[in-house]
């Protein structure tokens, strides 16, 4: 195991929560009624946040590993009446007729590159790091309420254009709610609603 923060456990295999995952746990506006959705959980760090707060709170990863460690987490914090967590890739596993009134993702968002590593499939999003968000989309819209919202992480590394389309495309406006520059990129939030 990579390391423990009080009650909160991350695994060698599962992205830890960063700079991304406390940029969109600060841009989501959330409340006691929300049911959301967050896909891609990783280590559960956004999901435990939300969960003490929301009425319906799933969490899903494609990582059995990462399924696992959001578990440990939310057990560990004695959240497990408020939380469900699934292995899916996106949002395969989730009911057709079930809709939430956010649904969230920091997407594996980097292009493809010669460098691997045990966490790639956290990091990398396809040849142009967009690939795994454009499908994410598609897939998300049909789970929204009628007032839903969509909040997502990007990268300059990747074509954020590209993404904007690809809500747009869906029906949806979209609005960068926060961004933050690093040495090497700048990471947004987007938010995508009806």
């Given at each position: ?40 959980c990783g ?55 079930t809709r ?80 933050k520059s ?13």
């Open positions: 195991m990579n390391g423990t923060r009080g009650n909160f456990v991350v695994y060698d295999d599962v992205y830890p929560p960063s700079e991304d995952t406390y940029l969109l746990l600060d841009s989501i506006d959330y409340g006691a009624d929300d049911s959301i959705l967050e896909v891609g280590s559960g760090f956004v999901t435990i946040e939300l969960c003490k707060t929301v009425k319906q709170m799933i969490a899903v990863d494609i990582s059995l590993s990462a399924v696992r460690n959001t578990k440990e987490n939310i057990e560990n914090n004695e959240l497990l009446r408020s939380c469900e967590v699934v292995q899916s890739d996106l949002l395969s596993a989730i009911d057709p007729k939430f009134s956010i649904i969230l993702f920091n997407p594996p968002y980097l292009p493809e590159d010669e460098d691997e590593t045990s966490i790639d499939h956290a990091l990398i999003g396809g040849k142009e790091g967009i690939e795994t968000t454009v499908r994410f989309v598609q897939e998300a819209v049909g789970h929204l309420t009628k007032d839903g919202v969509i909040y997502l992480v990007a990268s300059s590394l990747a074509n954020v254009d590209k993404i904007e389309a690809s809500l747009q495309q869906q029906g949806l406006s979209v609005t960068v709610v926060s961004k690093r040495f090497f990129e700048r990471i947004f939030v987007l938010k995508g609603n009806f």
